[in-house]
């Protein structure tokens, strides 16, 4: 089997002892090419051009943002998967949150995961059957995790801006950077309005999240939910509130940390199981963000869940829809 591994050498967690150890583990089994990123998007372009070389397996060694402009390469632009060869995608996470890797049940810890990688490469043999993912169609992009207007996204954009700065990047610095844009969103009106197929439009919300999978995030160890009956065998998980008053708003996020959130507000609006999407502004342009990577400015946004779409080595779904 072939496969290159896409090292992303400044990610927060990677080491060059661990990524000896990976390099070492794999060759033993697979036909390996390494290749670190050195740029923006460089990714992605190994991705591409791995794809169009036949690769069967991509074995990633970085954080979601890595990751995620991988797969945008693999799928290129949105609208319509690809029609010709897509190699799997292994990861081994080496960012500061590794979302995907944890919500697709892979160990948070390098070492821990690449022992866990080789046993799936054992497991699944020469003429693998690898787990099969949706993803999520941004219009402008692909999201493999999730995507949101709003205040996560004002939240991803200071967090790029602290880590141009030099400054690193860990979930505590998330949190952070997180309670002063909420409390300055309470201040501002709510200018969005979500649609939903089959169902009126909801108008006065202050943020919306889109996800792909739960939990949405994690706070270091603990998962912080949002849509608990997503996954990525579903459709898309929609969470937005209309109301940012402290008692219920207090209420809401401590379901987001319970260890069985129900997540039920009158103030919610929540689809677990969407096709599409839709959230547009009323007013000026608000921030947008995908996989935790900043967007920009939008005036309206168009998520649509895309089944299937994607090869991954990991343990099988737990509850598969």
């Not at 739960?214 to 998962?223: D, L």
């Amino acid at each position: 089997m072939r496969a290159v591994l896409i090292v992303n050498p400044t990610a927060t967690s990677t080491t060059a002892a661990g990524r000896d150890l990976l390099t070492h583990a794999l060759q033993s089994r697979l036909q390996l090419t390494v290749e670190h990123t050195t740029h923006r998007g460089h990714g992605g372009e190994i991705a591409q051009a791995a794809a169009d070389d036949g690769v069967d397996l991509l074995v990633v060694h970085g954080g979601d943002g890595t990751v995620s402009n991988i797969v945008n390469g693999l799928l290129g632009a949105p609208g319509q998967l690809p029609t010709g060869h897509v190699p799997a995608v292994a990861i081994v996470p080496g960012g500061s949150a590794n979302v995907l890797a944890r919500s697709l049940g892979i160990y948070p810890d390098p070492i821990d995961a690449t022992n866990q990688l080789i046993g799936l490469l054992d497991q699944y043999g020469h003429q693998p059957n690898w787990r099969r993912i949706g993803v999520i169609d941004c219009g402008e992009r692909w999201a493999v995790l999730n995507a949101g207007m709003g205040v996560d996204a004002e939240v991803v954009a200071a967090v790029e801006a602290q880590r141009e700065k030099g400054r690193k990047v860990t979930p505590s610095r998330y949190i952070r950077t997180a309670v002063p844009a909420v409390l300055a969103s309470t201040r501002r009106e709510p200018r969005l309005t979500v649609h939903l197929p089959g169902r009126e439009p909801v108008s006065g919300v202050h943020f919306v999240f889109v996800s792909n999978s739960s939990p949405w995030t994690f706070a270091n160890h603990r998962p912080i939910w949002t849509n608990p009956d997503s996954s990525f065998e579903s459709g898309l998980g929609v969470f937005g509130v209309t109301s940012l008053k402290v008692i219920p708003t207090l209420k809401v996020v401590r379901q987001m940390f319970a260890k069985q959130p129900k997540m039920q507000a009158k103030q919610l609006v929540r689809d677990d199981n969407a096709a599409c999407v839709r959230v547009t502004c009323d007013g000026p342009p608000i921030a947008s963000q995908f996989d935790g990577d900043y967007l920009g400015v939008r005036e309206q946004m168009t998520f649509r869940a895309v089944p299937d779409a994607l090869s991954v080595v990991a343990p099988p779904a737990k509850n598969p829809a």
